[in-house]
């Protein structure tokens, strides 16, 4: 499967830049050259910290893409309804490496062979809060392994409870799901 | 805890790595190779945000941050943070850069993962340009719309256990 490739360099990441440069100017010029490089040292050395763990997740994620083809977590995920269904699409996504560009398509895929909305739901929620791949590579580099761990512990509960609310309200409310958009 | 962390996913990485060799080991180059040129290409976005943050987090002045979403602003301030992060448009470095420098300059822990959480669900960004070309609009509606307890959820149980 190809992977899209992401530029180095975008637009929302020219305004980080910009406006990080604005706040190190007026750091250097507010609380002089010490404070300047103390932040800068302390936040070099949390990047650093967390560059093998980057790395490691990339590779997992390149590893996964190959060994879990999207067609098999598909066919995975749409087979089970109940409870059960919720907490295989909730451990599928947090595995299931890579960004919108292969979830939702799966997600698609198996409502499509006939998994129910409440299950998509618990999936998506589950691969935006839960997901290792984006923690590890993304989050962990601006936190630590403090932070991001308790914020995914409290986060658990949640692909459940999103995908029970979304049955509740189809039911409630007699919602059709399966028509076409 | 930070070394256990390191060995845990490097274990990961080597046995997802015999497997992959198993099946090739030409396969298997090119995945890691691929992986590699992906982790390089990440490393100035995401080192710019990391130290950015830091920055911004200093030159914010704090008497600004702490009354809206710092430890003592509560359920209010964890519904602030909630609509900022619904609000927040772009990518990941946009959205870790900003929650980063809140915690750094006093936001409170369940308000910074409130802002996380909310971010993640309702990026507009993502809902427009990635959800719902792919997923039936419907699906998508219904998901948005129970996902707005989730961020509150999410600070409370933060709130409840006084971590992290």
């Known amino acids: 499967m190809p992977r899209r490739r992401r530029k180095p360099f975008d637009f929302s990441t020219a305004i980080v830049f910009f406006i990080s440069a604005i706040s190190g100017v007026t750091v250097y010029l507010r609380e002089g050259q010490e404070r300047f490089f103390a932040i800068f040292r302390s936040d070099v050395l949390l990047f650093g910290n967390m560059l093998p763990k980057m790395l490691a997740g990339c590779l997992i994620g390149g590893f996964v893409t190959l060994l879990l083809p999207r067609e098999l977590v598909a066919r995975l995920v749409g087979a089970e309804s109940g409870l059960l269904g919720l907490l295989i699409a909730t451990a599928t996504a947090v595995v299931l490496p890579g960004g919108p560009f292969t979830i939702y398509p799966v997600a698609g895929a198996f409502l499509g062979i006939g998994a129910d909305a409440g299950t998509a739901i618990a999936f998506i929620t589950s691969w935006m809060v839960l997901g290792y791949n984006r923690a590890l590579v993304w989050e962990l580099p601006f936190f630590g392994p403090d932070f991001v761990l308790w914020r995914i512990a409290v986060c658990v509960p949640l692909p459940f409870i999103a995908g029970i609310l979304g049955r509740m309200a189809i039911r409630a409310f007699a919602l059709q799901m399966d028509s076409p958009r | ?164």
Do not use: C
Request: charged share 10%; no cysteine; glycine share 10%.
């Open chain 2, 1 to 164: 805890m930070m070394l256990a962390v390191n060995l845990f996913l490097w274990v990961v990485v080597v046995v997802l790595g015999v497997m992959v060799a198993m099946r090739g080991t030409d396969l298997f180059r090119e995945n890691v190779r691929d992986s590699i040129i992906e982790f390089l290409r990440l490393i100035p976005r995401i080192a710019l945000g990391v130290i950015g943050s830091g920055f911004i987090a200093d030159a914010m002045p704090q008497d600004l941050i702490i009354p809206w979403i710092g430890p003592q602003s509560g359920m209010l301030g964890v519904a602030i943070a909630t609509l900022g992060g619904a609000a927040t448009s772009g990518g990941p470095v946009v959205g870790f850069s900003i929650a980063a420098a809140a915690l750094k300059s006093g936001g409170g822990a369940p308000q910074v993962i409130a802002y996380v959480t909310a971010w993640s669900l309702f990026s507009i960004q993502r809902l427009i340009g990635w959800e719902i070309p792919s997923m039936p609009s419907r699906v998508v509606w219904l998901r948005a719309t129970v996902s707005v307890p989730l961020p509150f959820l999410a600070a409370a149980a933060a709130m409840l256990l006084h971590r992290p």
